[in-house]
């Protein structure tokens, strides 16, 4: 796999790690596509807890075209 965090951030809640997605994707639909992107998540937040020593950090799927976020 190949990619790049563009985003990380802290909030009163923890860390969030959030990737944009441009997809077409209708909102009925969001938590499927979402869904699909399990590996990304899954080698992100495992770089955020190697790099920061951060326990539990979250992901976020921002798809810009509906103007949402999801968290996987």
Known sequence: MQ???YIFYRTNKGVIVADYKTDQ?????ITAKAAKYWQQKEVYTEAVRRCLSISNPEFKLIFL???KGIAV
Do not use: F, P, S, Y
């Open 3 to 5: 990619g790049i965090i």
């Open 25 to 29: 994707v209708k909102i009925e639909d």
């Open 65 to 67: 075209r509906l103007g």
